[in-house]
Nanobody, 124 residues
Framework: QVQLVESGGGLVQPGGSLRLSCTAS????????MGWYRQAPGKERELVAT???????NYADSVKGRFTISRDNARNTVYLQMNSLKPEDTAVYYC??????????????????WGQGTLVTVSS
């Protein structure tokens, strides 16, 4: 199967920076879009940023100019550089990937996969 493993969350003061990483592993044929979503306490999960295989990016208005998404296709890894963090950025951040895996008989199967989440807390 396929697994997304996130790292890099933690506690940071307002105005600080963090870098999240997410690596996909398993019987992966190809990865299309990858992205980061977040869910704050009592709120619905929301999109933070996405990036295509060709590195076209999309950001939520609330993070534009502060967060940068990037990816290393050779390592099946996506990053989220978060600068100028605010208390309202506090949430569990989830990695997401649209990908194809190799299944029996040389077939490819499309999957959407989520990571387990990493907590980011912005507080003084």
């Amino acid at each position: 199967q396929v697994q997304l493993v996130e790292s890099g969350g933690g506690l940071v003061q307002p105005g600080g920076s963090l870098r999240l990483s997410c690596t996909a592993s398993g019987s992966i044929f190809s990865i299309n879009a990858m992205g980061w979503y977040r869910q704050a306490p009592g709120k619905e999960r929301e999109l933070v940023a996405t990036i295509t295989h060709g590195s076209d990016t999309n950001y939520a208005d609330s993070v534009k100019g502060r967060f940068t998404i990037s990816r290393d296709n050779a390592r099946n890894t996506v990053y989220l550089q978060m600068n100028s963090l605010k208390p309202e950025d506090t949430a569990v951040y989830y990695c997401h990937a649209d990908l194809f895996i190799l299944t029996g008989g040389g077939r490819r199967t499309y999957l959407e996969v989520w990571g387990q989440g990493t907590l980011v807390t912005v507080s003084s």
